[in-house]
C-alpha cells in the first residue's frame, strides 16, 4: 500500500503549513514537520475517530482544532511520532486515499 504522500513529507517537510492527509477509511491527518525529521514527526492531528495506538503515540496533547477548505478539524495532537508509527497508521486505516481534494 503506497504513502507517496507521506513520504514526500517526509523528505522535503511542510515548513510552517500543515499538509492534510485523507486515508482511505476518510480519517483525516494533518503534519507539520522539518524535512528529514531525526525525532520523529513534529506534529501530527488524527481527526477525531479510533486513537492510534503503540509506543511512538503516547506524546499527546490536548484536543485542537482549525478552519480549513472542507471544514473544521477537530482531533488529537501528537509530537514527534517516528515516521515508521505514522506509515503503518496510514497502512491500517487504509492507505492514502485515491481522492485528496477537500483535505
Known sequence: MSTKIFDRIVSRGTGRNRTMIRLGDGTR???RTQANPRHGIDEIHVELGEAPRGRGWM?????????TPGGYFTGDLYLEVPASDVRA????????????SGC
Open 89 to 100: 497508521f496510514i497502512r491500517q486505516n487504509g492507505g492514502e486515499h485515491r481522492d485528496q
Open 29 to 31: 491527518i494533518a503534519i
Open 59 to 67: 506524546n499527546r496533547d490536548t484536543c485542537h482544532g482549525w478552519k
